[in-house]
């Protein structure tokens, strides 16, 4: 069962760039590692996804070192409506126990 | 909107009491996960269902259970319900198995509120 961990919270600034980190240390072989973005009493809505090395999608990147022990999701230039909580979650496609993390919350100041 | 319906929006209920939390998936979706949110604690995953199979089981307690009809359609049911079973119940859905882990798309969620 991989855990994952994230920091509890963040600030930053209108147009910087922002990277969180996930910890997951005992990823299984066929895990891909998950990020989710949680708006108050709204359903989380999925960002971007990956198993190794780095993607890049329209909202974020994901980089994924070789032992894959962690990931770092980066968002580039943030605005104000990108303050919410930012779930990583490692996930294989058996479905076996799927595991959230404690979310990050970010919160971008003007 | 992700195309994940629950029903309903609210509700209020005693303790005690038994509730049913219902979720319709995306069309073509086949996998339904059930997940629970309070104020103190993150995302827990309850329960997945696959085509009307159970596939995979979180921290659901024994007062709870789910199940997935023909049409795909699930039910959350809350039995004994406890001042601590209020919280955000979230239902989500995917195609279900792939290559790659599925994307997930939440519905708004149903917020219970026992009293």
């Known amino acids: 069962l991989a855990k994952t961990t994230q920091p509890i919270s963040m600030d930053s600034y209108e147009g910087q760039e922002v990277n969180i980190t996930c910890s997951h240390n005992?990823?299984?072989?066929?895990?891909?590692i998950t990020w989710y973005q949680q708006f108050p009493s709204q359903g989380p809505r999925f960002i971007i996804q990956?198993?190794?090395t780095k993607v890049t999608n329209e909202v974020a990147s994901l980089f994924i070192p070789a032992d894959r022990k962690s990931s770092t999701l980066s968002l580039p230039r943030v605005s104000l409506s990108d303050t919410a909580v930012y779930y990583c979650?490692?996930?294989?496609?058996?479905?076996?126990?799927?595991?959230f993390g404690g979310g990050t919350r970010l919160m971008v100041k003007p | 909107d992700s195309g994940v319906t629950q029903t309903p929006k609210h509700l209020i209920t005693a303790t005690g009491q038994r509730v049913t939390l219902r979720c319709s998936p995306r069309?073509?979706?086949?996998?339904v996960y059930w997940y629970q949110q309070s104020l103190d604690q993150g995302l827990q995953f309850l329960i997945q269902?696959?085509?009307?199979?159970?596939?995979a089981k979180g921290n659901i307690l024994e007062r709870f259970s789910a199940q997935q009809f023909p049409d795909l359609h699930s039910e959350l049911n809350l039995s004994s319900l406890e001042l601590g079973d209020s919280a955000l119940y979230f239902c989500?859905?995917?195609?279900?198995?792939?290559?790659?882990?599925?994307?997930?798309?939440f519905g708004p969620g149903t917020r219970l509120t026992v009293l």
């Open positions: 269902y696959y085509n009307g199979e159970e596939r």
């Open positions: 989500a859905s995917s195609v279900g198995r792939g290559i790659k882990a599925p994307e997930q798309f």
């Open positions: 990956g198993y190794k």
């Open positions: 069309s073509g979706d086949l996998s």
């Open positions: 979650l490692v996930f294989n496609n058996a479905g076996n126990m799927l595991t």
């Open positions: 005992n990823i299984a072989t066929n895990d891909y």
